[in-house]
């Protein structure tokens, strides 16, 4: 094998690595915390109006958050909105029912009420490119916190461009846009001295550079939306996936038990 064919699939691995280490993580800490939400539901049985009703006063509340001054305690208004954030992703019977679109809403507030919120981020990527198939919506709430200029000043916020770029790479296809996220995510790391930062801004600018030399990355978008059609909770999100899968070459098949597997395109292998 050639050292050039070498290195575009070391870079290629370490590029749906990152993925699945997103994806893994997010989905890992989401699925615990929502465990106690979920014994609390096990009780708790609501009709399909019931829940509508329910999520379009939810709404409102949200809409309603975005506005209502918070005296200065934002960071703190943050958090709560978080924490209601966390029982409406962990009531599974709930969003079986219905979908997880509103939780890019909570985001809404959560950004515009404290954008240095980091921690967040991996939830917000996560939620809106796996679980709710709107990674255009999560991109552009990502865009907005990253535009606050104090965000490039903390540790570790060059992974909120990571996610951003693997979001616009793997879901969105726009190879431009994550040059750009890699580029800054580089740029940001590189500020600091720690090994991480360091190791982060390196595998940057590598990605960067396998990029810029314009390869096919629709193998890889495949692969994402096949994650999307796996954890897809609502027909909906997995409408969107299978489209997305279709669009890119790869074909479904249906399995006995009644679910898909993904057949990925010939050049892929």
Known sequence: MSPQKASRRHLLKSLWLSLLILTG?????????????????????????QLARSLEAEKLRLDL??????FGFDNLLADWVFLNFIQYFGDFSARKQTNYQLGLDYFDVIVDRDPRFRQIY??????????A??????????????????????????YIWRYKAIDELLFLGDNAAAIQSFKKAAEWASMFADEDSQRTAESSRETVKFLESKPDT??????????????APDDRTRDIAISNIQQRGGKLIQTPEGGFSVKLPEKCF
């Open 65 to 70: 958050l975005e506005k209502i001054p918070a």
């Open 25 to 49: 993580i997010g989905g890992v800490a989401l699925l615990q915390v929502s465990q106690l939400q979920n014994l609390k539901n096990q009780a708790k049985v609501s009709s399909p109006e």
């Open 218 to 231: 629709q193998c890889t978008q495949v692969r994402g939306w096949t994650m999307a059609l796996q954890s």
């Open 133 to 158: 198939a709107m990674p255009e919506r999560s991109i552009a709430l990502m865009e907005k916190g990253l535009a606050t200029k104090s965000l490039k000043i903390l540790p570790r916020t060059h």
């Open 122 to 131: 991996l939830f917000l990527s996560v939620t809106g490119s796996i679980y």
